[in-house]
């Protein structure tokens, strides 16, 4: 690339310093040396894979796929144009964002891999442990550092975690991978419960930050709502706690059996002795070592200041007249924005559901158009929810009416956040090496059915995820309806759970009986929802509504005429 | 990504896929020992033909030509080889989704 | 098979023993950890060692530290982690001075971690190149987080200079 644009000087990204960036160039020419030596025949496959795994180069169905960190979901605009930059020049011109809050590009080539990879370093980003039995990508609340009912700025914490678990000597051949959310708001909206460790930020009555600290949750073939580990982990210790107890992980954990090597197994295997085993690992370490200072924890935080601003009132005029005149308007902003902690301000989300599009795509020039507007209305600051959509952290609410009309050009203005259509899809089989059944085309076929906006708002909050295999990225487990598809005998089938919830009231949702065909399925979800409607009290939502009525009327719907 | 290793016997014909080492795309092999990203100029190997087959893509691999080569069984449909299995028919013909950007995304809404 | 300690090879001094076999007097000689806990062999001359499978917590070995010179952790497989948490134990909580040696599938790419948690002495295939196990080792001068060895000048936040 010719010139980077600048760092927009408001946008609050961790800004990389000479030993980050000198850190970064050394992996980049390890893995370019390493391409190379596979691309001569030095390196066999076998021995390349798990180097390729280490920087986020999977061998997919059609190509091989780069998933690029997103760390905690936050982009500044200079990040998210060398994106768009990536996806034209080496991709087709789009990427894909993952319930990970990560993107991934689906048609890499190999040899160019590490060029792109130089490309995010540029931007200071990378693909670093986006694979393989590590840290993950540590994941965060969309609405960080700007959340109405935000306690504790996530953000700082998830930094110290993405910078702790890079190339951690210790934990980086682990059973399994391993998954870790931090939220700071009372209401969860990181599914804490449902991860290998789930970190909930708090303060005590004297202000002081501390952590609850739930592990052992997980979706997959065995899905398990979390156990809480510690209610209250003094700022200092948090990041002994996580050493103790990956620990504790990595001696005990199953190793032989792929489907039982999640923290999940080890801790309902262990139950109360895993908390024991873990104090027993933090009694032991020496005094000092991994304590987290107060002074590193600041010095973070600085690149996660409030940007400056402007002392607002909220509802100004200016708003006001625009929602009493425009429905389509208000009708977004209904749906599409959230509560700010700045008066005057709101945070916007950007859905990548258009009716009938791929959930989670955007092409180069919608990313491009995105970051356009966040410079222009949001201090140039993006971030990625684990629901694949985007969000503009800090918008002015008398903005509002510029920034709707400025999306809708670009197709980015679909008012169905948490509605039926903003669906959870992971890519299924059509791009996925792993997957059983599509998925893609049945969140499209969904959102087709559901297309009309008054029907989608007449129904409210509905959560419908869904999964190409049991491994269960599209977190079908946790949506209020739930679909997984699975190969039977050569044919796609699609079975239905209902019930589930990703947030406080975390739950698994239950299988509601026999599996549906793929032209199948859309009608069955249909059923469902009609079932909802008809049996819902007034303003009763369908979780609601499931729990009170249990399945019910919704298996005699679906089943009661075969 | 190679198929799960079954030692299954063969009892139909197969094709002979993989994916290019360079790449990633997917290919198969053809009579002339090439490899083709068009299923339709792959070559139907007879079931008794299969260990020749796969040793063949043995040989692709260590030429570096090719990455997890398996045989998968398939059928003449109109004169030209097609898969039988859903997903390898996926593999064969691409994404059963736009695998580029939908204008109509970047338009008027 | 040889052994690569500070990056050089060097011989193995010591013999490793079946539970079966008598401990030979004056020899250095590794046995199991189940061996350690039956014989318990005091009052030998020769350097004591012991192999601790990957699922043996090190903390059996508390009762004997002072006799051993030598513990050695395996990795069955490159992929199986285990060794890197017993050698940090080994280190960390039972403060063991000797010989750490790590035994089995080690990839040269693991070398760093190994002495970052502990390690001293791999165990290398018989024909491997010491230069490939020193160039990886070098590959990352810099680490983000705090570990048992290796530890130099601190360079802000958490991060650190490595010499391991």
């Known amino acids: ?562 | ?109 | 098979m040889p052994l690569l300690e500070d990056g050089r090879l060097r011989p193995d001094p010591f013999v490793t023993v079946t539970d079966e076999e008598p401990l030979p007097e004056g020899t250095p000689a590794i046995i199991s950890l189940a061996r350690l806990l039956r014989d318990a062999p005091a009052g030998r001359n020769a350097p004591l060692g012991v192999a601790l499978a990957p699922e043996e917590d090190p903390r059996a070995l508390v009762p004997f530290l002072g006799r051993l010179s030598l513990v050695a952790v395996r990795l069955p497989k490159h992929r199986d982690g285990r060794a890197f948490t017993q050698a940090r134990a080994l280190r960390e909580a039972l403060g063991f001075r000797g010989e750490v040696r790590a035994t089995g599938h080690v990839l040269p790419d693991q070398y760093a971690f190994l002495l970052r948690c502990g390690v001293t002495v791999v165990e290398l295939p018989e024909g491997a190149d010491p230069a490939i196990w020193n160039a990886a080792r070098q590959a990352h001068p810099v680490a983000y987080q705090a570990a048992v060895a290796g530890d130099a000048e601190p360079l802000g936040f958490l991060r650190r200079h490595v010499t391991a």
Request: include cysteine; charge should be neutral.
């Open chain 2, 1 to 109: 990504m190679s198929a799960p290793a079954k030692v299954k016997p063969v009892t139909a014909p197969v094709l002979l896929t993989a994916n290019d080492l360079r790449d990633g795309r997917v290919v198969w092999l053809t009579s002339d020992g090439s490899w083709t990203l068009n299923v339709t100029e792959a070559r139907l190997f007879a079931p008794d033909e299969a260990a020749q087959a796969l040793a063949l893509g043995q040989a692709a691999e260590r030429l570096r030509q090719v990455v997890g080569a398996y045989l998968t069984e398939a059928e003449l449909k109109n004169g030209v080889p097609m898969p039988r299995r859903f997903r390898e028919k996926l593999r064969a013909v691409g994404p059963s989704v736009d695998a580029e950007p939908k204008p109509s995304l970047s338009l008027a809404s």
């Open chain 1, 1 to 562: 690339m010719d010139s980077l644009p600048a760092i927009p000087p408001h946008a609050r990204t961790y800004r990389y310093d000479a030993v980050d960036k000198a850190f970064l160039q050394a992996r980049i020419a390890e893995f370019r040396d390493q391409v190379q030596r596979r691309l001569d025949g030095t390196l066999t496959e076998d021995e390349f894979k798990p180097l390729r795994l280490m920087n986020g180069l999977y061998l997919q169905l059609h190509a091989y796929m780069l998933r690029v960190a997103i760390p905690y979901g936050v982009l500044n605009t200079r990040q998210l144009r060398q994106l768009a930059y990536i996806a034209r020049r080496w991709d087709r011109g789009f990427g894909h964002f993952t319930t990970r809050q990560n993107i991934q590009f689906n048609w890499t080539k190999l040899a160019d891999a590490p060029d792109m990879l130089a490309a995010l370093a540029e931007v200071d980003m990378h693909a670093i442990q986006t694979s393989g039995n590590c840290v993950r990508n540590v994941t965060t609340d969309e609405f960080a550092g700007a959340a109405a009912d935000e306690v504790v700025d996530p953000r700082p914490y998830a930094e110290i975690l993405r910078q702790w678990s890079t190339l951690h000597p210790e934990f980086t051949y682990l059973p399994r991978k391993f998954k870790i959310a931090i939220t700071g708001a009372p209401h969860d909206r990181v599914a804490a419960k449902l991860h290998d460790i789930g970190v909930i930020a708090k303060r005590n009555t004297e202000g002081e930050v501390g952590f609850e600290v739930w592990v052992g949750g997980g979706l997959g073939r065995t899905p398990i709502v979390g156990t809480k580990l510690f209610d209250f982990v003094p700022e200092a210790d948090f990041l002994a706690t996580m050493e103790a107890t990956l620990r504790v992980y990595n001696a005990l954990g199953q190793r032989e059996n792929i489907y039982k090597a999640r923290i999940k197994i080890l801790v309902r295997d262990l139950g109360d002795e895993f908390r024991r085993l873990v104090e027993r690992e933090l009694a032991e370490m020496p005094e000092g070592r991994y304590r987290l200072p107060s002074e590193v924890v600041q010095a973070i935080a600085a690149h996660f200041a409030p940007p400056p601003f402007a002392r607002l009132t909220d509802n100004p005029p200016a708003l006001r007249q625009a929602l009493e005149a425009n429905r389509a308007f208000a009708t977004w902003v209904k749906n599409c924005t959230h509560p700010h902690r700045a008066p005057g301000y709101v945070s916007v989300v950007i859905s990548l559901k258009p009716i009938g599009g791929i959930p989670g795509d955007a092409s180069a020039d919608q990313m491009e158009a995105v970051a356009d507007l966040a410079d222009r209305f949001s201090f140039g600051e993006i971030r990625v929810s684990h629901v694949q959509n985007l969000v503009l952290p800090h918008v002015r609410q008398e903005d509002l009416p510029a920034l709707f009309a400025a999306l809708k050009p670009h197709g980015l203005a679909t008012p169905n956040i948490g509605l039926v259509s903003d669906i959870i899809s992971c890519p299924g089989m059509d791009y996925c090496a792993l997957a059983t059944a599509r998925s893609i085309p049945v969140a499209q076929r969904i959102s087709e059915r559901f297309a009309d906006l008054d029907a989608q708002l007449d129904i409210g909050t509905l959560h419908v995820n869904i999964s190409g295999c049991i491994n269960a990225c599209g977190h079908h487990h946790v949506g209020h309806i739930g679909i997984l598809g699975v190969d039977k005998r050569g044919e796609e089938v699609y079975q239905i759970t209902l019930g589930g919830s990703a947030t406080n009231d975390a739950a698994i949702g239950e299988l509601i009986g026999p599996a549906f065909s793929y032209d199948g399925v859309v009608d069955a979800v249909e059923t469902i929802i009609r079932t909802y409607v008809a049996h819902r009290a007034p303003g009763e939502t369908f979780k609601d509504a499931y729990r009170r009525l249990g399945p019910a009327p919704f298996k005699e719907a679906l089943y009661a005429a075969a």
